[in-house]
């Protein structure tokens, strides 16, 4: 059976992508939904993270094995994106966007009833397994129901939700933990997971006109990701959106026992903290939504490399200079141009990944997710190994996924000069 050209869809009355041909035409989900789908997983992320010392103590551990918390949840999103994207493009986006996100309510649930560290380390990969179906669902809904000139915008404006959301969910978390204790925080995410089941339910149309039923095949998938990872474009574009993705999750993990433990800040500068990254990361986004139909993408992805190194060298100046010593400020600043940075590059590095893969798209998806999430993992690990308490632990991480994201980036030029 053959497809008719996504990029050539033209908006029908009824809001729903049709072709030329006279196809039954795509529906559309609401951004509102769509939003809601890209956000709770990195809202849950940092919702959580002011109760790291918290948790650290309740339960009788190393704030450096607190952190393998994130770790765990990386390793399974990024594990489990490698069979979402087949299952989508085999049953449908609607059916594994609920299963995943029933596996995502069941991991909070079990967080909430951890008594000890690894009960909470297990949770956490359940949340993993069930919170990277909704960005695969998001990427591979956008890919399915929207023209090829206008999904870079969109993207970019889910990423603004991407970045609100980890940026209220401190500030909500430190009120929960401070208040309720730290259980309630997962409570709190149960409760999200719920209702997001239930919006996805309701109001999630199915956007995979013709699934693919041989998309879960050993054989037929092999070819597939042999194909979509065999693409230089694909796999230097994930690595460097990958890099970027890193830094945001080094940053969650590293900034509560920056702020609290080394430079002696209350709960509430965690507030403080989450309202500045919302600012920077927004501003980026913000930025690329304007840019975008007037640079080349190249230049784009340029100048959010420019943020971030200009971010990562001025935060390990402070560090070296001022050390603990240094103002909550000192440390803001280069952190927010970092963040302005993240915002500038994942919108681009989506939308061109993804860009050639019509026909696979679930699969596309996955595979960016799978990479991303993998090197965001490193970035984590990275942290808990160097955990010695010391303002230069996220320096130095940030230095090391922003140079691994410009050499991506230096080969990926040259391919594109060369093509």
Same mark, same amino acid.
């Given at each position: 059976?053959?497809?008719?050209?996504?990029?050539?869809?033209?908006?029908?009355?009824?809001?729903?992508?049709?072709?030329?041909?006279?196809?039954?035409?795509?529906?559309?989900?609401?951004?509102?939904?769509?939003?809601?789908?890209?956000?709770?997983?990195?809202?849950?992320?940092?919702?959580?993270?002011?109760?790291?010392?918290?948790?650290?103590?309740?339960?009788?551990?190393?704030?450096?094995?607190?952190?393998?918390?994130?770790?765990?949840?990386?390793?399974?999103?990024?594990?489990?994106?490698?069979?979402?994207?087949?299952?989508?493009?085999?049953?449908?986006?609607?059916?594994?966007?609920?299963?995943?996100?029933?596996?995502?309510?069941?991991?909070?649930?079990?967080?909430?009833?951890?008594?000890?560290?690894?009960?909470?380390?297990?949770?956490?990969?359940?949340?993993?397994?069930?919170?990277?179906?909704?960005?695969?669902?998001?990427?591979?809904?956008?890919?399915?129901?929207?023209?090829?000139?206008?999904?870079?915008?969109?993207?970019?404006?889910?990423?603004?939700?991407?970045?609100?959301?980890?940026?209220?969910?401190?500030?909500?978390?430190?009120?929960?933990?401070?208040?309720?204790?730290?259980?309630?925080?997962?409570?709190?995410?149960?409760?999200?997971?719920?209702?997001?089941?239930?919006?996805?339910?309701?109001?999630?149309?199915?956007?995979?006109?013709?699934?693919?039923?041989?998309?879960?095949?050993?054989?037929?998938?092999?070819?597939?990701?042999?194909?979509?990872?065999?693409?230089?474009?694909?796999?230097?574009?994930?690595?460097?959106?990958?890099?970027?993705?890193?830094?945001?999750?080094?940053?969650?993990?590293?900034?509560?026992?920056?702020?609290?433990?080394?430079?002696?800040?209350?709960?509430?500068?965690?507030?403080?903290?989450?309202?500045?990254?919302?600012?920077?990361?927004?501003?980026?986004?913000?930025?690329?939504?304007?840019?975008?139909?007037?640079?080349?993408?190249?230049?784009?992805?340029?100048?959010? /490399? #420019? *943020?971030?190194?200009? %971010?990562?060298?001025? +935060?390990?100046? =402070? &560090?070296?200079?001022?050390?603990? @010593? !240094? $103002?909550?400020?000192?440390?803001?600043?280069?952190?927010?141009?970092?963040?302005?940075?993240?915002?500038?590059?994942?919108?681009?590095?989506?939308?061109?990944?993804?860009?050639?893969?019509?026909?696979?798209?679930?699969?596309?998806?996955?595979? /960016? #997710? *799978?990479?991303?999430? %993998?090197?965001?993992? +490193?970035?984590? =690990? &990275?942290?808990?190994?160097?955990? @010695? !308490? $010391?303002?230069?632990?996220?320096?130095?991480?940030?230095?090391?996924?922003?140079?691994?994201?410009?050499?991506?980036?230096?080969?990926?030029?040259?391919?594109?000069?060369?093509?």
């Amino acid at each position: 059976m053959s497809f008719p050209p996504a990029d050539s869809g033209t908006r029908a009355a009824n809001g729903a992508s049709t072709t030329p041909a006279g196809r039954a035409p795509v529906p559309r989900p609401a951004l509102a939904l769509l939003a809601f789908m890209m956000a709770l997983a990195p809202f849950g992320d940092t919702e959580y993270t002011p109760a790291m010392p918290a948790i650290a103590h309740a339960l009788q551990a190393d704030y450096g094995t607190v952190q393998l918390t994130m770790t765990f949840y990386l390793a399974g999103s990024a594990v489990s994106q490698l069979g979402y994207g087949p299952l989508a493009d085999h049953y449908g986006r609607r059916p594994v966007m609920l299963a995943g996100t029933a596996l995502l309510a069941a991991g909070f649930l079990l967080s909430l009833a951890s008594f000890a560290i690894w009960p909470l380390l297990a949770s956490r990969l359940v949340q993993g397994l069930g919170a990277s179906a909704s960005g695969v669902v998001a990427d591979a809904a956008v890919r399915d129901a929207f023209p090829a000139d206008s999904r870079q915008r969109i993207y970019a404006k889910l990423n603004a939700a991407f970045a609100l959301a980890p940026s209220i969910g401190p500030v909500a978390g430190a009120w929960l933990v401070r208040v309720l204790g730290w259980r309630a925080n997962f409570a709190v995410l149960a409760a999200l997971a719920a209702l997001l089941w239930y919006a996805a339910w309701r109001w999630l149309p199915e956007t995979l006109p013709h699934p693919d039923h041989r998309a879960i095949r050993p054989d037929r998938l092999w070819r597939t990701w042999q194909r979509i990872l065999g693409t230089p474009r694909f796999m230097l574009l994930s690595l460097l959106g990958g890099c970027a993705v890193g830094v945001v999750y080094t940053a969650l993990i590293g900034a509560p026992d920056l702020v609290i433990n080394m430079l002696g800040q209350g709960g509430g500068a965690i507030a403080i903290v989450a309202v500045s990254i919302l600012a920077a990361f927004v501003a980026g986004a913000g930025l690329c939504v304007l840019l975008t139909p007037r640079m080349a993408p190249g230049l784009i992805i340029a100048g959010g /490399l #420019g *943020f971030l190194l200009a %971010g990562s060298l001025t +935060l390990l100046a =402070v &560090a070296l200079w001022l050390g603990a @010593r !240094g $103002s909550l400020a000192a440390f803001l600043l280069p952190i927010g141009a970092c963040f302005c940075g993240v915002g500038l590059i994942v919108p681009v590095t989506t939308a061109r990944a993804m860009a050639p893969f019509r026909r696979t798209a679930g699969n596309a998806a996955s595979l /960016l #997710g *799978f990479v991303r999430m %993998g090197v965001a993992a +490193l970035g984590t =690990v &990275a942290m808990s190994v160097l955990h @010695r !308490g $010391s303002v230069l632990d996220m320096p130095i991480v940030f230095l090391a996924l922003t140079g691994a994201a410009a050499v991506a980036f230096a080969a990926y030029a040259a391919r594109e000069r060369r093509a």
